[in-house]
């Protein structure tokens, strides 16, 4: 057995006091550094801490740039409606609209019809368009547009609506004038007439009107061509029409066909069409023609036209051939009316009465004399010379050729005012 000393166990219990004091101060101060919740450090970010943050920090800078790299593969869309750019062409549209469409009206009508008990009934009619040319309330459209109407309707661009009556119209031309009533104190919008004969082929044109319902529609498009003479459904030939690419709808007909400065050259009328629907080539009726149509229907309800006082049947082979004449195209002058002004011009009649057609026959003429053109232009069939007189008026001069004895000669007629 090992005996301690006095002094040996004084020294063990200093060493083992000491080791334990330095044990503790150094969980100690491990414990400090670590909590932080501790009052020193309430400004301090622990180490661990601090590392983690920097990682995490790092991820997110990482994925910035992953994603910035992928938006340089998608386009950037950006809008600025206050710095909205428009071409020439975009901007004349814009303003030949603006000044134009309140001035353009939708017209309905309604029809009389028959029931299944054979009674009267109203019933829808057609559609199409008119320009306001009058702050009065006159109307032009076309006459097929109001045809056989026994109400007709004009619609504002505000959706007002009032009913409107003939002024006058023009088959020859297929112009129509109506007249609606606005209220008092209403200030309508109009369109002025443009000068047609100054058209250019190649030359701008704007469409207004109402297809398919669809109010106050614009369409753009070029003069193709001019001077078209076009057969329309009553087959009256309209001479000088314009032709145009623009699209003229269902609808659209009656409404102006307008200049890139909002004047009128031409009223919409009709389109030819070899598949049926609405793509085919448009016809308007000139501003110059136009323009002399409704100031006669507007002064005397009709327009005043220079007639020749004749009885005329269109020649034909069969004709030709009974007669024994050397041509079969033109206009023969079956009787001429006594103390006219074809009788002062002496010009012939016939003199062989016939009886000519099978269903509905009639008594014409041979032997008189054969119209074959009026100032040089040739005349082939009747709705050719009605055409070449449809622009003149009474008083004015004219010069027939004739086909009389198998030859040509030259006739000047005064033209005079159809009375009928």
């Known amino acids: 057995m090992k005996l301690y000393s006095k002094h040996h166990i004084v020294i063990a219990v200093v060493i083992t006091a000491a080791i334990v004091g330095v044990l503790s101060f150094q969980i100690a101060f491990n414990i400090k550094n670590h909590n932080p919740q501790t009052p020193e450090n309430n400004n301090q970010e622990p180490e661990g801490q601090i590392t983690e943050l920097i990682s995490h920090k790092t991820e997110e800078s990482i994925t910035e740039q ?76 076309n006459v097929h547009v109001v045809s056989g109407a026994s109400k007709i309707y004009i619609s504002l661009s505000d959706g007002s609506q009032f009913e409107g009556k003939v ?51 614009m369409t753009t498009g070029i003069v193709s061509g001019l001077g078209r003479p076009i057969q329309n459904s009553n087959n009256t030939i309209i001479r000088d029409m314009i032709q145009t690419d623009t699209a003229i709808n269902p609808g659209n007909s009656g409404g102006p066909l307008l200049d890139t400065s909002g004047k009128m050259i031409g009223i919409n009328t ?57 041509i ?26 016939v009886r000519y057609g099978s269903r509905n026959p009639r008594t014409i003429y041979l032997g008189g004399d054969i119209i074959v053109a009026i100032n040089g232009e040739k005349v082939s069939t009747l709705a ?14 004219v010069t027939l050729t004739l086909h009389r004895n198998r030859k040509n000669i030259d006739v000047p007629v005064v033209l005079v005012a159809d009375t009928k």
């Open 66 to 141: 992953k994603t910035s790299a992928e938006d340089d593969f998608i386009p950037k869309i950006s809008v600025s409606a206050s710095d909205t750019k428009y071409t020439l062409d975009e901007q004349q549209n814009i303003n030949v609209y603006e000044k134009c469409n309140e001035a353009v009206v939708n017209i309905t009508t309604q029809v009389m019809g028959v029931n299944w008990f054979l009674e009267p009934v109203v019933e829808s009619g057609g559609s199409g368009s008119g320009s306001i040319i009058d702050s009065r309330g006159y109307v032009v459209t």
């Open 384 to 397: 050719d010379y009605l055409s070449l007189l449809e622009s003149k008026r009474p008083g004015e001069s």
């Open 328 to 353: 079969n195209r033109g206009v023969l002058v079956s009787q001429v009316i006594s103390g006219g002004n074809a009788d002062k011009a002496a010009i012939k009649g016939g003199t062989q009465a």
């Open 270 to 326: 009709m389109i030819y069409s070899s598949s049926g629907n609405s793509a085919g080539v448009g016809f308007a009726v000139p501003a110059a023609t136009a323009q002399r149509v409704v100031n006669d229907l507007l002064r005397y309800g009709s327009v005043q036209r220079g007639i020749i006082q004749a009885e005329l049947v269109q020649m034909n082979t069969a004709i030709a051939n009974y007669a024994n004449l050397d």
């Open 167 to 217: 002024v006058g119209l023009d088959e020859e031309s297929d112009i129509a004038v109506l007249k609606f009533t606005p209220p008092q104190g209403t200030v309508l919008k109009t369109i002025a007439f443009g000068d047609s004969t100054a058209l250019k082929v190649g030359q701008k044109v704007i469409a207004i009107g109402n297809p398919f319902g669809l109010e106050r529609t």
